[in-house]
């Protein structure tokens, strides 16, 4: 496609020629024109801690579609690619400075067609396996491929390991709709049994690892009004309560079960599985309740977007705050002590596929500027909600939707959400404090030309200690914008920016251009109070704030 460059852009919003520009834009680039636009106050609360950011927000998802497993994580103890014990090393290398915290897997779909009994043993003895998404029509012409057969190379242990080596929680999904419920028994069994105490735990020796993995949590299925099952909630409800409330050994671990809960703003689902576990008086050891959200844009794809288009997309992602607060007052009618948070365990970008990076690679897409002010954006909404939101799953890891990274073969490189994950890093088990962002809001029109509204900077803080890390977004194309930053409770001594931004907001890193869209460093001249700071158009930012005594 033709690049165009921000500045480009503008100029052709103003000739309002270009087949990309909207009139939303191009009153963007009128406004862009004119001065920084100085009318946002950021008021941090020191004294209004909102609870613990849980590293758990920061979670990732791998599941054995497309080119995520096979290509992406696992490579094979033989590959010619550098490997550690067959995974890929350089995505080890990569993760663990981001500190992943948990880990999902085998799925998403995949994990209700999956029997983990296939996945242990001598690699060489294991089954193949039609993986349940070798039927879908983007798959084309890709012929006998592991993405398609499944031969079984990644399994149990194999993640397990990988999980080590990043220094990642792993977090099981349980086959629901096609196993019973004694599978689930036998699959806690093995990981967690005591070395010696089964015939599973000795199987795991064989395996390598005579001491149990301990694996904490564990998903009752995957989106069980879906894939997962096609159940009604009150259906699911029995399912779950059939594979949850009896006779899962805990081994001392503290298991953590976590319900398939709605898709967006299913409210209805909420309500209807509470009342009917309520009704039968046992939330058990029900600690999670998980939301899928996926944004798309109204039109266009991963790198051809205009302007409709790019708010369309962080506007249909800004919808998670909305979704937090519906599903959390939902599940408080019943669940009246809090003990179940929510688990937002598949978000993310979700464009038509075409630009993964090879054909075996379904669902495979690029990420461009966008991509790094939706994750942005949607990691400060799960700050924010520090009490309500306990985990939270990208989708997914690699060479998938909103991926971190896009592998084939020996090739690598990581992607601007792989960035921002690294920059919000570091308010993984800090302290959420209130942080009240007054912008105007941003005037955009759709498609179709309806008049909308997106909310212009938004962020939210943390504290450590005497660092204050703050992350805002800026999702306006055209406009930087100067905010008036007040620090009620304290003083700010030094500030540090990271800055994510490009000169063209569809650029992307690519295997040639490794670094086309990368952070930049910078200290901030601290003038007095308040502080003054200008956010660039689309763009993320982290001010890392070292406080007075
Ligand atoms: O992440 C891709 C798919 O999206 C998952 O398998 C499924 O849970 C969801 O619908």
């Not at 060489?124 to 079984?152: C, H, K, L, M, S």
């Not at 992350?471 to 406009?479: E, K």
């Not at 007040?486 to 650029?507: F, K, P, Q």
């Amino acid at each position: 496609m033709r690049t165009v460059t921000r500045r480009t852009f503008v100029g052709s919003a103003l000739a309002g020629g270009a087949a990309l520009v909207a009139p939303s834009l191009a009153r963007a680039a009128r406004r862009a024109a004119r001065a920084t636009l100085t009318d946002a106050h950021i008021d941090i609360m020191l004294d209004e801690p909102v609870g613990t950011i849980a590293p758990e927000i920061y979670g990732h998802f791998v599941e054995n579609l497309g080119g995520v497993v096979y290509d992406g994580v696992w490579v094979g103890e033989q590959s010619r690619v550098p490997n550690i014990g067959g995974v890929r090393r350089a995505l080890v290398e990569a993760l663990r400075p981001i500190r992943p915290s948990v880990v999902r897997w085998p799925g998403g779909c995949f994990a209700d067609d999956y029997d983990w009994h296939d996945g242990i043993g001598p690699r060489e003895r294991r089954p193949r396996r039609t993986n349940v998404w070798a039927d879908d029509p983007n798959f084309r012409n890709v012929g006998i491929v592991p993405q398609r057969y499944d031969p079984n190379q990644f399994g149990t242990q194999e993640f397990l390991h990988f999980c080590r080596l990043v220094g990642a929680q792993p977090y099981l999904a349980v086959n629901l709709r096609q196993l019973p419920a004694r599978a689930f028994v036998e699959w806690v069994e093995f990981c967690n049994s005591p070395a010696g105490s089964t015939t599973l735990a000795d199987l795991r020796a064989v395996g390598g690892d005579r001491e149990p993995y301990n694996v904490r949590y564990w998903g009752i299925g995957n989106e069980a009004w879906g894939c997962g099952g096609n159940f009604t909630p009150e259906e699911y409800a029995a399912e779950y309560r059939r594979f949850a409330t009896w006779n899962v050994p805990d081994y001392g671990v503290g298991l953590k079960f976590i319900g398939s809960g709605p898709s967006g703003g299913d409210v209805d689902w909420s309500r209807r599985f509470f009342a009917a576990l309520d009704g039968r008086g046992d939330l058990g050891r029900m600690w999670g309740w998980a939301l899928h959200h996926y944004s798309s844009p109204p039109s266009g794809g991963a790198l051809q977007f205009d302007a409709p288009a790019w708010y369309g997309l962080l506007a249909r992602g800004d919808q998670m705050e909305s979704l937090i607060t519906r599903h959390w007052q939902v599940m408080g009618e019943r669940d009246r002590e809090r003990r179940v948070k929510l688990v937002v365990d598949e978000w993310g970008a979700w464009y038509e596929m075409t630009t993964n990076v090879d054909p075996t690679h379904l669902f495979g897409q690029q990420s461009t500027v966008r991509d790094a002010v939706l994750t942005g954006l949607t990691l400060d909404t799960f700050n924010r909600h520090a009490d309500k939101v306990a985990m939270a799953n990208v989708a997914q890891l690699v060479n998938c939707i909103h991926s971190l990274f896009l592998a084939r073969g020996d090739q690598f490189v990581v992607t601007p959400t792989y960035h921002v994950f690294a920059m919000y890093a570091a308010h993984q088990g800090a302290q959420a404090v209130r942080t009240a962002v007054t912008s105007p809001e941003i005037r955009w029109t759709t498609p179709e030309g309806e008049a909308r509204t997106l909310r212009g900077l938004n962020g939210s803080a943390s504290l450590r200690e005497r660092t204050l890390t703050l992350t805002v977004t800026n999702p306006d194309l055209a406009d930087t914008r100067e905010a008036e930053i007040v620090v009620r409770g304290g003083s700010i001594r030094s500030v540090r920016a990271t800055t994510l931004s490009s000169r063209d907001v569809h650029d992307h890193n690519t295997f040639d251009a490794p670094r086309a869209v990368v952070p930049a460093e910078a200290e901030v001249a601290v003038g007095g109070t308040p502080l003054a700071y200008r956010f660039p158009a689309a763009s993320v930012t982290k001010l890392e704030i070292t406080l007075g005594g």
